[in-house]
């Protein structure tokens, strides 16, 4: 039996105030953001404009020397495109670990820090899907692939939603 995955929506609410974050910046053209009273530099969050490009960029990711180190031998990581346009997900099947990602251009998948989120996923096999395994895993990863800025904003922000 599975545990039920009951910080879902809280992970979710957290990780959706970190991309606003990063879109307000953006549209600003001004990477510096005043965070719980300190002024941070988020560093440029990649977009992606093809299933193929998020595959390169898994690829890449998975062969970091320091996502290798921290999580040697994993298995081979796949994108594919999926119908739908709001969301990317991840999945174990026989033929492999996938990560499906919409096919058009999405502002909210076709982005970093979704497709990290899907990468912790696979580093991670932990049950539940959302629960504090997946969080140090995911917060590790930003870490480790867009640098410690975006970690402490993972961390804070997932604890002012009561995320554990």
Known sequence: ??????QRAKVYAAEDFVRTLFDRASERG???????GTQLTLPPEGRFGSVSAVQRYVDDVLSLPAVRGRWPGGPP????????LSAAHYERTDAGAVIAVPERRSNWALRELVVLHEIAHHLCDAQPPHGPQFVATFCDLAEAVMGPEVAHVLRVVYVKEGVR
């Open 30 to 36: 001004n990477p510096v953001v005043e965070f719980f």
């Open 1 to 6: 039996m599975t545990p039920r995955d009951s």
């Open 77 to 84: 990581l796949t994108v594919r495109a999926r119908r739908g």
